[in-house]
């Protein structure tokens, strides 16, 4: 089983819509969460982190924590055509020899007009 | 604009040949992270730096690549005798603290690696 896992999409949504992206992850003391948007050719991009159960709010877009699940999210509304990326989520685990972020394979979004 | 530069951009280098990628972290960051990234899929660890120390580094870091940070500022990865299975996008992140969740993780944007 993957850390990390994620489907890969493509995941299509028509402008103005709600994306949901999903995420699971495997080990029970990841500590913190984040997602980040990738375009085509670029560096990743951190645009939202969350660590505590419940929803996190930042604009249009919405992380979800479900420790117990295992399970985060990330939703995106009113989606625009230039969210169209692909968005990765990554696992943090404070271990004396895991110091480092693991990252699911990301879904690709596609925003269509 | 991260902070974090890479250099080169881009690199084709024929099959055999060895390749030499650095990374300057923002200034006042200690902590130092590689990852590669292959087209599909999301990016993977192969080592990180505190300071001039190499502290942990992946079973993917195979005996070919080496990686160094003198003095603790600016980073190099080498790899030698290149096959084509190394070709991917080579990311660089920096962070102050090792926790993201007390300080951000920078991502430099990346040196993408042909092999030919």
């Known amino acids: 089983q993957k850390e990390v896992e994620q489907n890969s999409g493509p995941l299509s949504v028509p402008e103005g819509a709600i994306a949901s992206l999903n995420c699971t992850y495997s080990?029970?003391?990841?500590?913190?969460f984040f997602w980040y948007r990738q375009y085509s050719g670029k560096s990743p991009e951190l645009i939202m982190s969350i660590y505590s159960n419940g929803d996190k709010e930042d604009g249009r877009f919405t992380a979800q924590l479900n420790k117990a699940s295992q399970y985060v999210s990330l939703l995106i509304r009113d989606s625009q055509p230039s969210d169209s990326a692909t968005y990765l989520c990554?696992?943090?685990?404070?271990?004396?020899?895991?110091?480092?972020?693991?990252f699911g394979t990301g879904t690709q979004l596609k925003v269509e007009l | 604009d991260t902070g974090v530069s890479q250099d080169p951009r881009h690199k084709i280098t024929k099959r055999g040949q060895n390749v030499t990628f650095r990374c300057d972290p923002i200034s006042e960051h200690n902590r130092l992270y590689w990852y590669r990234q292959t087209l599909g899929q999301g990016p993977e660890f192969l080592t990180y730096f505190q300071n001039e120390a190499q502290l942990e580094k992946s079973r993917l870091l195979s005996d070919r690549f080496s990686a160094e940070r003198p003095k603790g500022s600016f980073s190099t990865l080498e790899i030698q005798r290149t096959e084509q299975g190394d070709s991917a996008m080579y990311l660089c992140?920096?962070?102050?603290?090792?926790?993201?969740?007390?300080?951000?993780?920078?991502f430099g944007p990346g040196t993408r690696l042909t092999v030919t």
């Open positions: 080990d029970r003391v990841s500590q913190s």
């Open positions: 992140a920096s962070s102050l603290v090792s926790n993201p969740t007390t300080g951000g993780w920078y």
């Open positions: 990554a696992v943090f685990i404070l271990t004396g020899g895991g110091n480092k972020l693991t």
